[in-house]
């Protein structure tokens, strides 16, 4: 088991930044992929960006790419997602999970989630 703890959240103006954590517990080590994942109202769950916790290997979604870094702290357990030059559509309910599989961006490989963090950003 692992349990996912997302801290970080919050209200931003447009063109502002937000750095998002998470906390990891339990069987980390069997963990092969990492993500961020958000939620709008009405619309479905989608991958953000994901890394793989051996290689660091990284991938993102389109509409972030350039403005959202993710990154990982394999000694402290926690994952980071660094988000610059925010929009209002990038408001959401961010969401960190865990895979044992190598899926990154593949929202089914993932097994375990964290409850959650608001990120709202104002026009």
């Known amino acids: 088991q692992v349990q996912l703890a997302e801290s970080g959240g919050g209200l931003v103006q447009a063109g502002g930044s937000l750095r998002l954590s998470c906390a990891a517990s339990?069987?980390?080590?069997?963990?092969?992929?990492m993500g961020w994942f958000r939620q709008a109202p009405g619309k479905e769950r989608e991958a953000v960006a994901a890394?793989?916790?051996?290689?660091?290997?990284?991938d993102y979604a389109d509409s972030v790419k350039g403005r959202f870094t993710i990154s990982r702290d394999n000694a402290k357990n926690t994952l980071y997602l660094q988000m610059n030059r925010l929009e209002p559509e990038d408001t959401a309910i961010y969401y960190c999970?865990?895979?044992?599989?190598?899926?990154?961006?593949?929202?089914?490989?993932?097994?375990?989630w964290g409850q959650g963090t608001q990120v709202t950003v104002s026009s």
């Open positions: 999970a865990a895979s044992p599989r190598h899926g990154l961006m593949l929202k089914s490989a993932y097994d375990y």
């Open positions: 339990g069987r980390t080590y069997s963990m092969n992929s």
């Open positions: 890394i793989s916790r051996i290689t660091g290997a990284t």
